[in-house]
């Protein structure tokens, strides 16, 4: 293990107990036995050591968006939005990583987007994309529908990690019938979006 791998994986530890309060030069140097200026050697500032963590977690959500399966670009974006909560229940400080820390990397709307720099995202559009043009979505554009997808899953969970939901089941229940109702929205077949209602 190199000696950057050892302090990201320290800070990473920090983090997951305490946060990004809890993720210090200080701390981490601490942890991995250096002194605070052998840790601007390998990461110019607290900053870049916390897009570290931002850019590993990346990696975690999007090997999950990776190994969905499905027969069909619908079935396929049911799968991406339950992976979405999965992911936010299975790995909480993940999440906080990917999506609510603060980073001059972040990719922005729409040019990043439409140029493909999330994979997790083009992979999502390219579903809806394909489920337009079997002409089961329409009403937007690929880009603009799998924005609102992620909008309303990302408001849920984010509602839900501030203690919004009586618990954790009436939340995930909530979240699945919301995103179904979404979804439906811009389903072109009347029977699709009447059993995704219910």
Same mark, same amino acid.
């Given at each position: 293990?190199?000696? @950057? !791998?050892?302090?990201?994986?320290?800070?990473?530890?920090?983090? !997951?107990? &305490?946060?990004? @309060?809890?993720?210090?030069?200080?701390?981490?140097?601490?942890?991995?036995? *250096?002194?605070?200026?052998?840790?601007?050697? &390998? $990461?110019?500032?607290?900053? /870049?050591?916390?897009?570290?963590?931002?850019?590993?977690?990346?990696?975690?959500?999007? #090997?999950?968006?990776?190994?969905?399966? #499905?027969?069909? =670009? *619908? #079935?396929?974006?049911?799968?991406?939005?339950?992976?979405?909560?999965?992911?936010?229940?299975?790995? =909480?400080?993940?999440?906080?990583?990917? $999506? !609510?820390?603060?980073?001059?990397?972040?990719?922005? +709307?729409?040019?990043? $987007?439409?140029?493909?720099?999330? =994979?997790?995202?083009?992979?999502?559009?390219?579903?809806? /994309?394909? /489920?337009?043009?079997?002409? !089961?979505? @329409?009403?937007?554009?690929? *880009?603009?529908?799998?924005?609102? *997808?992620?909008?309303? @899953? &990302?408001?849920?969970?984010?509602?839900? %990690?501030?203690?919004? +939901?009586?618990?954790?089941?009436?939340? #995930?229940?909530?979240?699945?019938?919301?995103?179904?109702?979404?979804?439906?929205? $811009?389903?072109?077949?009347?029977?699709?979006?009447?059993?995704?209602? %219910?």
């Amino acid at each position: 293990m190199t000696t @950057a !791998e050892r302090i990201r994986r320290a800070a990473w530890q920090l983090y !997951e107990r &305490h946060g990004e @309060a809890g993720v210090s030069i200080r701390g981490v140097a601490g942890a991995v036995g *250096l002194s605070a200026m052998a840790i601007y050697r &390998h $990461f110019a500032s607290r900053d /870049a050591l916390l897009a570290a963590l931002t850019a590993e977690s990346f990696v975690a959500w999007e #090997a999950r968006v990776r190994a969905i399966r #499905a027969r069909t =670009p *619908l #079935a396929w974006i049911d799968l991406a939005s339950r992976a979405y909560l999965r992911f936010a229940l299975d790995e =909480p400080r993940r999440f906080e990583a990917c $999506f !609510e820390l603060p980073s001059r990397a972040v990719r922005r +709307f729409p040019v990043d $987007f439409a140029a493909g720099r999330s =994979p997790a995202v083009d992979a999502i559009t390219k579903q809806v /994309a394909a /489920a337009i043009s079997r002409g !089961e979505l @329409a009403g937007a554009d690929a *880009l603009t529908i799998s924005l609102i *997808l992620w909008s309303q @899953a &990302h408001g849920l969970v984010r509602l839900y %990690r501030d203690g919004r +939901f009586e618990n954790t089941r009436v939340f #995930a229940q909530t979240y699945r019938r919301c995103l179904r109702l979404v979804l439906a929205a $811009f389903e072109t077949r009347p029977r699709a979006a009447e059993r995704n209602k %219910r």
